[in-house]
């Protein structure tokens, strides 16, 4: 069975430090993975994928299939960055995905 | 920028009571999703739509739940009867064809009493 595992339901970080959210996934076959953002008062939108191997707003996450894991990282907060994250896993041939239970990030000015 | 609408944004209902919830996705989107969000929780998939076809609807609690996507266009996920349970954020979301970009809708609140 699919699973994806978000330890952090709230996260602190002071503007300018680091970020890192972490996600853990189980899943036997080939995943493929996702960060979702949801900004106060927005709807829920595709920050990043694995296969694309993009930085956006200055996010990037690394697939490591040893550990099962696709943390999600910035080197220096921003106040926009406040929001809540979604991690997601998909399976190539099917486009369900199946969701982390989230960590809401607060940046602190 | 296109959007999935989704309608309505909030709806309350007593218990027992039927509730429909509409999406009308993104022009060209071929598959269609609606899945939902529990408080304090992800989004699950309830049901997964190619053009009209169900591809996926193993978590949609059947006894009361059904959806239907009759052109291939637009949906309506229907609960009937409504239990307190159901309290929760209602998500529609498209894509093309085997691309993973979602776009998501508003969603639809709902509130059972």
């Known amino acids: 069975a699919q699973r994806v595992t978000q330890p952090e339901k709230l996260l602190s970080v002071f503007k300018g430090a680091p970020v890192e959210l972490k996600c853990n996934y189980s899943?036997?076959?080939?995943?493929?993975l996702f960060w979702y953002v949801q900004y106060s008062r927005q709807r829920l939108q595709l920050l990043l994928r694995?296969?694309s191997r993009e930085s956006i707003k200055g996010f990037t996450a690394d697939l490591n299939k040893g550990e099962t894991s696709f943390h999600l990282k910035k080197p220096f907060a921003q106040e926009e960055d406040s929001a809540m994250y979604y991690c997601?896993?998909?399976?190539?041939?099917?486009?369900?995905?199946?969701f982390g239970t989230g960590t809401r990030l607060t940046i602190i000015p | 920028e296109a959007e999935v609408a989704q309608s309505p944004r909030y709806k309350i209902t007593e218990k027992s009571q039927a509730v429909a919830f509409w999406c009308d996705p993104i022009?060209?989107?071929?598959?269609l999703y609606w899945y939902r969000q529990i408080l304090g929780q992800g989004p699950e998939l309830l049901v997964q739509?190619?053009?009209?076809?169900?591809?996926?609807d193993s978590q949609l609690p059947k006894d009361r739940f059904s959806a239907e996507r009759l052109k291939g266009v637009d949906s309506t996920l229907k609960i009937q009867p409504a239990e307190l349970g159901d309290s929760a954020m209602y998500l529609c979301?498209?894509?093309?064809?085997?691309?993973?970009?979602?776009?998501f809708g508003s969603g639809t609140r709902l509130t059972v009493v």
């Open positions: 979301a498209s894509s093309r064809d085997r691309d993973y970009g979602y776009t």
């Open positions: 899943y036997s076959g080939s995943p493929e």
């Open positions: 694995h296969i």
């Open positions: 997601a896993l998909g399976n190539f041939g099917n486009e369900k995905l199946t």
């Open positions: 022009s060209g989107h071929a598959t």
């Open positions: 739509f190619q053009d009209e076809s169900v591809v996926d």
